[in-house]
């Protein structure tokens, strides 16, 4: 009998299914539509077992959708623009290109052996001008309905590396490359209008019923609707210009614990102020160096200058605030002023501390013994506005009642007093896609001297980036580049120069869904691809892309469905969506002679009696099991385990130890498990491809088997469906071992062994596709339709029923579903554990309770 040897099996699969095209995308039949897509992943170079993981989740979906009669899409491509390319390139004197496509290659060849459904002929990288020619296309139409614009913007600036830095990449108020200190510059930018979607893309999520609660949480307090007032300040003394400060607050009820109005340092005001006090200018130039995150801003210290100016209180003209210069305060949100209440912000408080400004208490709680008001040196008192609370120095009418409320009749008293108005306003900001950098997508536009901002015109897309460039000085190369800049203006032919920023990678990967459904159309999409494709019908990847990334898409979707890109339909591009947990393992350390880490990768290091251990015999530190990490070198290279064990064992391990949203742990001993049971498996099928097909057993024990593979049957398809994935394969476990228990005929244990192969495929697709064409099974498994469980056969003769002797359970007993009730009670009376227990007396009562329990009381 043969081995199950998968470097010979999964091979020849894999040819099998590259030669029939079993996994190309087609449109034919009337046969339902089903689109599983995985988040693509960037080019780094390497994927690991967190990779296969997630790419296994969606296969077994794409594979169980095709079973099920579905015309399946189920594509691949890679996001690969970015920074991570250019510090290469700085690193090694090489190209963003080579490294990108290099590692592009890279990762097919690593992805390929395992075996994934997917259809490779609509491959593409977000790097590909073809690709990002489209996207060039797609900005023209968002910049034609002005869902594009342009306008100044305060950004974080690297003046060592001469790049805007995205605020995730300011840390500790330097860049996260050069760690220069960043400036807070102002620069002309371009930005999407997703700010006007915001509404409308918040009360959306309601109906996203496929989707994880916490994304939707998650998306909903990005977008931060919120409900307050807009009003001014009166100036006294300012500059000619400036008479009024307008503030929005969404505590309007604590006007009256008002102690200062905050300006930021690029404020209109503020930047008066400076171009005529060198004071101002130096204050506002140190300022600028920090971070702009609410994070980093929540961390900094709070630092503040007066500027001698005051305003007067709306509902008090006598009473006279001071405005301060603070650096806790940004431009983009809001009116970039705010008025400083330290009894109910913790932030205010600090500030208002730090440089001796009055604190006033505007409520404080219902029951307020123990409460230290912040004037006596308690924290700030900020509950929650649902919580009620006692109003001791609020607006009037307000007395006692929760934030909500009070803000509703604060809004209502200052609207009736002519201090502003009610408005609601969002977190969510325009969308700015400007990069001072080379690899990216460039922003298809010129500049002339006579007609301005030009955009280029489609038939000249895509403009695509040089080649010839370099990355020996600081900055973006496209500005130095000899050539590439000087272009003709399309509106009236004058010399004119390219615009040298280039888009956000976020955009690239806004729109890559609808690429796919038709990735070599000489438009962005293709409306009748897109009509039948879309919406993605699932669509699995990471949490931590759970905000920008859909939110994003959800955008561009709309955007694309308003310039005639997509359908109505498609305005939510993602119907459902799994984000799945990751994959860990344990970190092994050793300590340079400064005791500073130095890790080591798994294959590195050998465990024996709970070490690990080198090769030099050095005993390592094991770190418990974390998040798999280039860094901390605890990643598991798929080409290993495929050597080692094949893929078929890293796909059934990575699916069978954990609930697929939680996180699993990759361990040697688990790997090797699983290869054991796939080979007990294929040692069953050999086994039953051996014994003679006449030969035959008792009516009853096939009549046993068949009703366990239909119970497996339902449980799995359940299992799959839920994506249960762990639960299926441990029905899949079970049912195993009833098979190699079973005296049932040949056929029938070759007819549930046809069966369980093809209810592995979509975890084991090799394995299945050996053990079908073992058993006589025509054509590909992968083409086969999924069994479908009897529903005669799931219906249980008999039930198991405990027995309890004064409320202890004694015994339990097993006896045919419609067994008259007298029976049952004579069958639970002769059960020698009970008949112990009634110790030879009459029971006073037995009570049955059908198909439950039986009750003996003595």
Excluded at 198 to 211: K, M, N, Q, R, Y
Excluded at 654 to 672: C, I, Y
Aim: aromatic share 10%; glycine share 8%.
């Amino acid at each position: 009998m043969s081995r199950y040897d998968p470097s010979l099996i999964e091979p020849r699969w894999q040819s099998e299914w590259d030669e029939a095209g079993t996994f190309r995308a087609t449109t034919e039949g009337d046969r339902p539509k089903y689109y599983v897509l995985e988040m693509f992943p960037y080019p780094s170079g390497r994927i690991h077992i967190g990779h296969v993981r997630n790419y296994t989740m969606g296969d077994v979906i794409a594979r169980y959708k095709k079973a099920t009669g579905h015309n399946v899409l189920h594509p691949m491509g890679f996001d690969a623009f970015g920074m991570p390319a250019e510090n290469a390139a700085m690193a090694s004197g090489g190209h963003p290109k080579e490294w990108t496509y290099g590692n592009i290659a890279d990762m097919v060849a690593q992805m390929k052996p395992l075996g994934f459904g997917l259809d490779w002929s609509r491959m593409f990288a977000t790097c590909d001008p073809e690709y990002y020619g489209q996207q060039q296309a797609l900005f023209l139409d968002f910049l034609e309905a002005g869902l594009v614009y342009r306008k100044n913007a305060v950004v974080n600036w690297d003046p060592v590396d001469m790049t805007v830095l995205a605020n995730e990449q300011v840390i500790d108020g330097r860049g996260w490359r050069s760690g220069a200190e960043v400036e807070r510059r102002e620069l002309t930018q371009w930005f999407f209008r997703i700010g006007d979607f915001a509404e409308e893309l918040l009360e959306a999520i309601d109906g996203l019923d496929d989707w994880p609660a916490k994304v939707k949480l998650m998306q909903a307090n990005w977008i931060g609707r919120s409900r307050g007032l807009q009003f001014a300040f009166s100036t006294v003394n300012a500059p000619e210009g400036f008479d009024r400060i307008e503030v929005y607050t969404t505590r309007p009820d604590t006007l009256m614990g008002a102690s200062f109005v905050g300006i930021s340092p690029d404020h209109p005001l503020a930047k008066h102020l400076e171009r005529h006090d060198p004071k101002v200018a130096a204050f506002c130039a140190e300022v600028r160096k920090g971070g702009t995150t609410e994070e980093a801003l929540e961390k900094a210290e709070k630092r503040g200058f007066d500027t001698g100016l005051k305003v007067r209180h709306p509902f008090d003209t006598s009473w006279e605030l001071p405005v301060w210069i603070a650096n806790f305060i940004l431009m983009d949100y809001g009116t970039g002023a705010i008025f400083g209440c330290p009894a109910h912000d913790q932030r205010d408080l600090d500030f208002a501390r730090r440089y001796g400004l009055p604190v006033i208490s505007t409520f404080e709680p219902v029951a307020a013994s123990d409460h230290v008001r912040p004037e006596d040196g308690g924290e700030a008192f900020v509950p929650p506005k649902s919580e009620k609370v006692r109003y001791i120095n609020g607006l009037k009418g307000v007395t006692s009642c929760n934030g909500d409320e009070a803000v509703e009749s604060a809004i209502a008293l200052c609207e009736k007093n002519g201090v502003g108005q009610g408005v609601t306003k969002y977190r969510l900001r325009d969308w700015g896609l400007s990069r001072q950098r080379y690899w990216g997508c460039p922003i298809p536009v010129v500049h002339c001297e006579t007609c301005g901002v030009v955009p280029e015109k489609k038939e000249n897309l895509p403009v695509r980036l040089p080649d010839d460039v370099t990355f020996d000085v600081p900055g973006n190369p496209l500005d130095r580049h000899p050539t590439w800049t000087k272009t003709t203006c399309p509106r009236c032919g004058a010399a004119a120069r390219r615009e040298t920023d280039t888009m956000d990678t976020f955009v690239d990967s806004s729109w890559y869904f609808a690429r796919f459904t038709a990735p070599h159309a000489d438009t962005p999409t293709d409306m009748e691809a897109a009509s039948y494709w879309m919406n993605v019908d699932q669509y699995i990847g990471g949490i931590e892309h759970a905000i920008l990334h859909l939110l994003y898409s959800r955008f561009f979707a709309r955007a694309m469905q308003q310039t005639g890109h997509l359908p109505e339909s498609a305005i939510e591009p993602f119907d459902a969506l799994f984000t799945q947990g990751m994959v860990t393992h344990a970190i092994y350390q050793t300590r340079d002679p400064q005791g500073r880490p130095v890790y080591h990768f798994p294959e590195e290091v050998t465990l024996r009696d709970g070490g690990a251990f080198l090769a030099d015999g050095t005993e390592a530190e094991i770190v418990p099991s974390a998040k798999m990490s280039k860094s901390k070198k605890n990643v598991v290279d798929p080409a290993d385990i495929v050597s080692q064990y094949g893929a078929d064992t890293a796909r059934w391990f990575v699916l069978s130890d954990s609930p697929p949203e939680r996180d699993v742990e990759w361990t040697a001993a688990g790997a090797e498990a699983a290869n054991r049971h796939l080979a007990r498996v294929y040692r069953l099928a050999a086994e039953a491809a051996a014994e003679d097909p006449a030969e035959a057993r008792s009516q009853e024990s096939d009549e046993a088997l068949r009703k366990a593979l239909h119970r497996c049957i339902f449980d799995v398809t359940q299992g799959i469906e839920s994506f249960g994935f762990n639960a299926a394969i441990a029905k899949l476990y079970g049912f195993t071992n009833t098979l190699a228990k079973s005296d049932a005929g040949a056929p029938c244990k070759r007819e549930a062994l046809m069966v369980l192969a093809q209810l592995m495929a979509p975890m084991t697709p090799h394995l299945s596709e050996e053990i079908w064409r073992m058993l006589g099974g025509a054509g590909l498994v992968a083409e086969a339709p999924w069994p479908v469980a009897d529903d005669r056969l799931l219906v249980e003769d008999t039930i198991t029923l405990p027995v309890q002797v004064n409320g202890k359970r004694r015994s339990e007993i097993t006896v045919a579903k419609d067994l008259p009730r007298s029976e049952i009670e004579a069958l639970a009376l002769a059960d020698e554990s009970v008949a112990r227990a009634l110790e030879g007396g009459p029971p006073k009562k037995v009570i049955v309770v059908p198909g439950r329990i039986v009750n003996v009381v003595v």
